[in-house]
């Protein structure tokens, strides 16, 4: 497995910006395909986005499409969110996680495809 920290949240302005990190350990972090994943209070746990090992094949979450980029560095063993355009909806805690089995664009949005996950960081969007 790989360990994963996140990093980066914290309050900003409806239309401001964020940029995530997450800062993974373990000689398999350049095989694992990596995802963001988010959690509103009282909500269920939603994909945001996911980058193949190589960083060829992106996904996003219908709801964040054109306004987050995902992206990674292995020679750094990081992956990263860049959030544009924030919404007070974008509030949640943050998922980093991590996975090396090969799948589906489905299958790799969904959170039990991933056996490695981070502590998570609050992103708070002021209206």
């Known amino acids: 497995q790989v360990q994963l920290v996140e990093s980066g949240g914290g309050l900003v302005q409806a239309g401001g910006s964020l940029r995530l990190s997450c800062a993974a350990s373990g000689r398999t972090f350049s095989l694992s395909t990596m995802a963001w994943f988010r959690q509103a209070p009282g909500k269920e746990r939603d994909f945001v986005a996911s980058i193949s090992w190589s960083g060829d094949n992106t996904y996003y979450g219908d709801s964040v499409k054109v306004r987050f980029t995902v992206a990674r560095d292995n020679a750094k063993n990081a992956v990263y969110l860049q959030m544009n355009s924030l919404k007070p909806e974008d509030t949640a805690v943050y998922y980093c996680?991590?996975?090396?089995?090969?799948?589906?664009?489905?299958?790799?949005?969904?959170?039990?495809?991933?056996?490695?996950w981070g502590q998570g960081t609050q992103v708070t969007v002021s209206s």
């Open positions: 996680a991590a996975t090396q089995a090969l799948g589906s664009r489905r299958e790799y949005s969904r959170d039990y495809y991933y056996d490695s």
